[in-house]
C-alpha cells in the first residue's frame, strides 16, 4: 500500500489536537490539499479516521485503535532519518549518556565540555543512575553509553577501564585524626560510619574494605546520595570512605568535611564505560567514546584534589 507520509504526519497532528487550518498554516499547504489527503488515507485504510466534532476534528474508533500504530511508525521512520543524517553529519546527533551521581561534579562536564570544543553542533541526552552492581546496564536501554563505576552483569555489553578512581576517608574537620594525611581504616574502627545504602557498589566496597581491616562499620545512616554522605560528616555525625574530590569539584572547596588518605590496600575503585555489543553506535555517540577512551589513554582526566 502506498501511503503519503505527508498525510500520516497531518493525520497524528490533527488527531493531537491541531487543526487543519493550523496544519495548513505550519505546512504551507491549502486547507483543502490537507482535507483531501486526510480522506484518500482514510479511503486506504477502509474507514473513517475522523469524524466532526463541531469545528474540531476527533478520531474515530478505528482512527483511536489506528493512533498508536501511526506514532509508533513515524517515531520509527523519524529515527531512520536521524541515523542516516548522522552517517552523513556525525555533529548534527544526539550522545545519550547514562552516569553515576558521584561523576557528575567532574568527570561528565569535563569530557562533554572538552568534547564539545570540536563538536558543537552535538547534544546530549544525560541521565542518572544507581552504582548498583545488578541493575540493568545502560539505564535499561535508554541510554547508548554509561559512565560509572560497576561492571555490569551482562554480556550483551562491552566495558572499558577508564582510570582507578583513588578512595578517601572523609572526616570532620576538627576530627581528631583530620590533621594526618594517611589514615588506615582500623583506626576508625569505633567510630560511626555514614554510608550509601548497602546495594550500592560503593557501599559493599567500603564494608569489604572494613573486613579487611579486622571490623565490621556501625553504619548510623545509609543515604542514597553522596551529598547526603558528605553533608551528615560535616555535622559530626561520622565518617565515611568516599571518592577522592577532584580538582574543580564542588568537593574540592576547603569546608568543614577533609578527605584523608587511605592506608588499606584496595582503596580505589573503577571507572568504566560501558556500551552495547549487540547495536552498532551511531556516529555521533561512537565520535564521543572514541574521545573519552583517547582522553583517559593520555591521562587527560581531572586530576584528584591536593
Same mark, same amino acid.
Given at each position: 500500500?502506498?501511503?503519503? $507520509?505527508?498525510? +500520516? ?6 488527531? @493531537?489536537?491541531? $487543526? ?15 482535507? =483531501?489527503? +486526510? ?5 486506504? !485504510?477502509?474507514?473513517?479516521? &475522523? ?29 531512520? !532519518? ?5 552517517? +552523513?553529519?556525525? @555533529? ?16 561528565? *562536564? ?39 563505576? #560497576?561492571?555490569?552483569?551482562? %554480556? ?6 577508564? %582510570?582507578?578512581? *583513588?578512595?578517601?576517608?572523609?572526616? *570532620? =574537620? ?21 554510608? +550509601?545504602?548497602? %546495594? ?7 564494608? @569489604?574494605?572494613?573486613?579487611? %581491616? ?5 553504619? !548510623? ?15 559530626? &555525625?561520622?565518617?565515611?570512605?568516599? /571518592?577522592? /574530590? ?24 573503577? !571507572? ?10 551511531? *556516529? ?10 583517547? #582522553? ?5 582526566? /581531572?586530576?584528584?584534589?591536593?
Amino acid at each position: 500500500m502506498d501511503m503519503d $507520509t505527508d498525510a +500520516l504526519r497531518w493525520l497524528q497532528q490533527v488527531s @493531537d489536537g491541531t $487543526t487543519v487550518t493550523e496544519v495548513s498554516d505550519l505546512e504551507s499547504v491549502t486547507q483543502s490539499g490537507v482535507s =483531501r489527503a +486526510l480522506a484518500r488515507l482514510e479511503a486506504q !485504510i477502509g474507514t473513517p479516521l &475522523l469524524r466532526r466534532s463541531g469545528r474540531t476534528l476527533r478520531m474515530t474508533h478505528a482512527g483511536a485503535v489506528f493512533k498508536p500504530h501511526l506514532d509508533a511508525l513515524l517515531h520509527n521512520l523519524d529515527d531512520g !532519518i536521524a541515523a542516516v543524517n548522522q552517517l +552523513l553529519d556525525p @555533529d548534527s546527533g544526539t550522545v545519550a549518556l547514562a552516569f553515576q551521581q558521584s561523576l557528575g561534579t567532574w568527570l561528565v *562536564p569535563d569530557l562533554a565540555r572538552s568534547f564539545r570544543a570540536a563538536h558543537p553542533g552535538v547534544r546530549f541526552r544525560l541521565t542518572q543512575v544507581r552504582d548498583e552492581p545488578d541493575s540493568v546496564a545502560l539505564d535499561d536501554g535508554n541510554a547508548d553509553l554509561e559512565l560509572g563505576s #560497576r561492571r555490569p552483569p551482562d %554480556a550483551a555489553v562491552h566495558t572499558r577501564l577508564l %582510570a582507578l578512581e *583513588p578512595l578517601r576517608l572523609a572526616l *570532620p =574537620r576538627e576530627h581528631p585524626l583530620a590533621g594526618r594525611r594517611r589514615i588506615g581504616l582500623a583506626e576508625v574502627a569505633g567510630e560511626p560510619f555514614i554510608s +550509601l545504602r548497602s %546495594a550500592s557498589a560503593l557501599r559493599r566496597q567500603t564494608d @569489604d574494605l572494613c573486613e579487611q %581491616a579486622g571490623f565490621r562499620p556501625a553504619v !548510623i545512616f545509609e543515604g542514597d546520595d553522596l551529598s547526603n554522605v558528605r553533608g551528615f560528616v560535616a555535622a559530626g &555525625l561520622g565518617v565515611a570512605v568516599v /571518592p577522592a /574530590p577532584r580538582a574543580g569539584s564542588p568537593e574540592a572547596v576547603s569546608g568543614p568535611v577533609v578527605y584523608r588518605e587511605i592506608l588499606d590496600q584496595g582503596a580505589v575503585r573503577e !571507572i568504566l564505560l560501558t556500551w552495547s555489543a549487540e547495536r552498532r553506535l551511531l *556516529p555521533a555517540t561512537d565520535l564521543f567514546r572514541r574521545h573519552v577512551i583517547r #582522553r583517559a589513554a593520555t591521562g587527560r582526566l /581531572p586530576a584528584v584534589s591536593a
